[in-house]
């Protein structure tokens, strides 16, 4: 039987996506999009209401009624793509990934239809480029510093034949000292929050932090509990965010490769 198995397998057909389509794509994440054409100020406001965290407000901004949707609060949860199907939709591109804090959150004009801020656009690239950015390896070593394990599910992904991420020369490494980056997943508890920063001494420089998923980014909707201290960067300085719950391999390895082309940002 173990030969059927190995027949079938070198006679099928090899999957592997191609680093162009994976990069800035979003698909199945359940964040949303707003078509800013299809904006009204009712829509919005159907939106807001249905929105169970944060991630979505009404503001008055230097007169103009401004939708602000913050990516790092968003669970994905679809409430307002059900509560106004047509302005919101599903995002299959251009969810911001590997940024800072500040760029996870978009604004658009209500009253004239479309969004007030350029995109921070996620270029498509190439296998070269990554090559280019980091050499021939990059170590990461992931922390969960309290996640449900959601995140990890996604980036154990990443290390499938499907996505094969050591094709870039990525690896995950055991030990913090081995590594170039940390990528810390979950609201900080407050028991990790030592270990946690006890990792990223033992990380040698330069380093980079990126924070995984709404837990990472914002403590997401464990904010607030008596168990965590909150979001990453209330315990150890974080360089890059990548929002979403959790968010899909495709993302991740956009928000990894986001976060390795603004070298300044560097710890
Ligand atoms: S998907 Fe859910 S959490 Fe995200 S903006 Fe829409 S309603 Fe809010
Ligand atoms: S972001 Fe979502 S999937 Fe990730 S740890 Fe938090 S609740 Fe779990």
């Known amino acids: 039987m173990i030969f059927d ?15 162009s389509r994976l990069l ?20 919005a406001s159907s939106a807001v209401a249905a929105c169970p965290t944060s991630a ?58 479309h969004q007030i801020y350029a995109d921070e656009s996620i270029a498509e690239s190439a296998a070269d480029e990554i090559h280019a950015l980091f050499g021939r390896a990059l170590n990461i070593r992931q922390v969960d510093a309290g996640s449900c394990n959601g995140c990890e599910s996604e980036i154990s992904a990443l290390t499938n034949p499907y996505y094969d991420l050591e094709r870039f020369g990525v690896h995950f490494v055991a030990s913090p000292k081995h590594a170039d980056m940390l990528l810390v997943t979950g609201p900080v508890t407050h028991n990790m929050a030592n270990a946690l920063r006890n990792t990223y001494e033992a990380t040698p420089s330069p380093k980079l932090v990126v924070a995984v998923g709404t837990c990472g980014c914002t403590g997401g909707i464990f904010e607030g509990s008596y168990a965590v201290v909150g979001a990453v960067d209330a315990v150890i300085p974080v360089d890059a965010f990548i929002p979403g719950c959790p968010p899909t391999p495709a993302m991740l390895l956009t928000g990894i490769l986001q976060a390795l082309r603004t070298p300044d940002r560097k710890s």
């Open 24 to 43: 800035g794509d979003c698909t199945g994440s359940r964040m949303p999009d707003v078509v800013a054409g299809l904006l009204t100020y009712d829509t």
């Open 56 to 113: 979505l407000r009404l503001e008055q901004h230097r007169g103009i009624r401004q939708l602000t949707l913050d990516y790092a609060e968003c669970t994905g949860c679809g409430l307002c793509i059900a509560a106004c199907s047509g302005a919101f939709r599903p995002a299959t591109k251009n969810v911001p990934c590997g940024v800072s804090r500040s760029a996870l959150i978009r604004h658009w004009d209500v009253d004239r239809g």
């Open 5 to 19: 198995v190995a027949a079938r397998s070198l006679a099928s057909k090899q999957v592997l996506i191609p680093v």
